[in-house]
C-alpha cells in the first residue's frame, strides 16, 4: 500500500489540544512530515474518544456538558514509536497518567460508550503506510522530542467521517 492510500474515518472525535508552543511545534513537524512523504495533514491531538455515531446535535451537546469537567493537565510523552497501522505509522507515544484516564472515562460515561483495555493515548505524526526503514529514520528523527511535557488547553469534537482531508472541527472547547 502506498503512502498516500486514505482509508475513511467515521462518525466523530474527541481530541485533546496541545497548548501552545507544543501545538505549533507538533503541527509544523507534521506539516513536514506530511511534504516530504505525502502523506494526510492534521492537527496535532491526542484522540480521547472515537466512533462516536449518534446524531450530530446530540454529540454536540455531549460534548458541551464534558468538556467544563475537564481541567488542564500536563501530557508527559514517553518515547517515540511506528506501526504498521495506518492512523499510527508514526507516533509519540503518552503516558496514560491519572489525568488522561480520568478525561477517557468521563468521555466513555457521557457518551455511553465503553472505554477499552486497549486505549493507547498518543500524538500522530504520520497517518499513512510506510516501509519500515522509513519509519524508522522518522522515529530517530524525532527522538528529541520524546519527554518534552506541555499542557492540554482545549477538547475539539471533530467529524472524522471520510478521508482526512475530509474532517472537518465542529467545536473547540477551552479547558479550565
Request: with cysteine; net charge negative; glycine share 6%.
Amino acid at each position: 500500500m502506498s503512502p498516500d492510500v486514505n482509508p475513511a474515518g467515521k462518525g466523530y472525535a474527541l481530541w485533546l489540544v496541545p497548548a501552545e508552543p507544543a501545538f505549533s511545534l507538533l503541527a509544523d513537524q507534521i506539516a513536514k512530515l506530511s511534504r516530504e512523504l505525502s502523506t494526510p495533514q492534521f492537527d496535532p491531538h491526542i484522540t480521547l474518544l472515537s466512533g462516536i455515531t449518534m446524531p450530530e446535535e446530540r454529540t454536540l451537546a455531549r460534548s458541551a456538558a464534558l468538556a467544563p469537567s475537564l481541567t488542564s493537565f500536563q501530557i508527559e510523552p514517553d518515547g517515540i514509536n511506528c506501526l504498521d497501522e495506518y492512523f499510527r505509522c508514526v507516533f509519540v507515544s503518552v503516558i496514560p497518567d491519572v489525568p488522561i484516564l480520568k478525561a477517557r472515562q468521563s468521555a466513555c460515561e457521557i457518551f455511553g460508550m465503553r472505554d477499552e483495555p486497549s486505549y493507547v493515548p498518543h500524538i500522530s505524526l504520520v497517518y499513512g503506510t510506510l516501509q519500515p526503514e522509513t519509519r524508522e529514520r522518522i522515529v530517530a528523527e524525532f527522538a528529541s522530542m520524546a519527554g518534552r511535557r506541555f499542557v492540554v488547553r482545549g477538547l475539539a469534537l471533530w467529524r472524522v467521517s471520510g478521508p482526512v482531508h475530509e474532517w472537518t472541527c465542529l467545536k473547540e472547547f477551552d479547558l479550565k
